[in-house]
């Protein structure tokens, strides 16, 4: 290869090649069923103007101006499917109490099935609740959060409950996340019954062991790093291209996953499978990036249809990074819809300078 090419515009030179097949696999995410099993939760946004000093104690007395609420977690993942055209399934827990019923009147709304959603009075609906405040013309800035939580596990029988669910409802989706932030749906019972679909996408913010034989894993860089133990970046938070190789092939090791992609935010993502090289995929965005919140349940979300629909673990890989390249643009939990990627790969592959000739994208993206 020419040493004065950009091995970055090489890749999107031969991305062009696939523009069709991207196209069509995101037309056809409609036809997709997938089922969310989840860490459900609620998030909760209350803003306010600060009036002044509380008597009662050194803090800000804030004139409460709005409340928005919007789904978190496993429930954001699910939101993302849905958006994205999906037939959404969704099986988790909620507390009986106001955050709970919200979530499952949200699910009924974005016409996500909650019938697998078990409701346990022991304990409440995870949520976290961010309270901001802005003075007279200032920008409003987040000041406390207040997370309601409980830690203790589901009791057993709820767990085979759970179990009992998501088997009966393997034969009927094309494939299942398994969305776990840690807060108790995912137990041992769960998690053998969710990876009995040949199609089960893991997003787990830890314990990446427990999950030996998923079909692909999702960690983002800083995940990635606590499963192993090391560190995978230098002094001036760069990725060591080294390091991560032998990263991603440990991964696979321990998990015996069909691949392993990970997400490393400006630098795009890399995508490791059994017997290849490692495939380098750019970020889409750089520039435009106002807010990373649920921006991974989104990359699931799109690489997840791209593979019930018969894409490779590239294929997917590239319509996640391009989902995801969306979403950062807005503030807050968001999500994107089938036009809007279809507008974007558009609006992508028309600014990009061509080169002549052409390359496979998998080899081009080696050289990342």
């Known amino acids: 290869m020419d040493g004065s090419v950009s091995p970055e515009l090489i890749f999107f030179d031969c991305l062009q090649q696939y523009r069709q097949r991207l196209l069509d696999l995101i037309a056809d995410f409609r036809q997709a069923r997938v089922l969310v099993v989840g860490d459900l939760m609620l998030d909760e946004f209350l803003t306010g103007q600060v009036e ?6 050194p803090v800000l007395v804030i004139r409460h101006e709005s409340t928005r609420q919007v789904p978190g977690g496993g429930a954001n993942a699910a939101f ?5 055209g999906a037939q959404v399934k969704i099986v988790g827990v909620v507390g009986d109490d106001a955050q709970g019923q919200a979530l499952l009147r949200m699910f009924e709304q974005a016409e996500i099935d909650p019938t697998g959603v078990v409701i346990d009075r022991d304990r409440p609906t995870v949520t976290k609740t961010r309270i901001s405040g802005h003075a007279r013309q200032s920008v409003t800035q987040q000041i406390v959060r207040v997370d309601r939580k409980s830690d203790a596990l589901p009791d057993p ?9 998501i088997r009966h409802q393997v034969a009927t989706v094309d494939a299942i996340v398994c969305s776990d932030y840690g807060d108790g749906v995912f137990t041992p019972p769960v998690i053998e019954a969710a990876l009995t679909h040949p199609c089960s996408v893991v997003d787990s913010q830890r314990q990446l062991s427990h999950y030996v034989g998923a079909t692909i894993y999702t960690p ?3 995940e990635a790093e606590l499963a192993l133990g090391y560190a995978l970046t230098d002094d001036l938070g760069k990725t060591q291209e080294r390091l991560l190789e032998q990263a991603g092939q440990e991964l696979l090791a321990r998990t015996q996953a069909k691949a392993i992609l990970i997400t490393r935010g400006e630098e795009g993502m890399s995508l490791f499978e059994p017997g290849h090289h490692s495939q380098h995929i750019p970020a889409f965005n750089r520039t435009d990036v106002y807010d990373v919140t649920g921006a991974g349940d989104t990359v699931v979300a799109a690489l997840t249809l791209g593979l019930s629909r018969g894409a490779t673990s590239w294929e997917a890989a590239v319509l996640g990074n391009l989902a995801a390249s969306i979403v950062v643009r807005q503030f807050g939990t968001s999500t994107t819809t ?4 279809i507008a974007a790969l ?4 028309k600014r990009r300078p061509r080169l002549s ?6 080899a081009a993206s080696r050289d990342l």
């Not at 089938?338 to 990627?341: D, K, L, R």
């Not at 558009?346 to 592959?349: A, E, V």
């Open 80 to 84: 993302n499917l849905a958006t994205l």
């Open 157 to 165: 029988a709820r767990q085979q409950r759970l179990a009992q669910i």
């Open 357 to 362: 000739g052409s390359q496979n994208p998998a």
């Open 346 to 349: 558009r609006s992508l592959l």
């Open 338 to 341: 089938q036009a809007e990627m």
């Open 52 to 57: 002044r000093v509380s008597r009662e104690a």
């Open 220 to 222: 983002n860089l800083p």
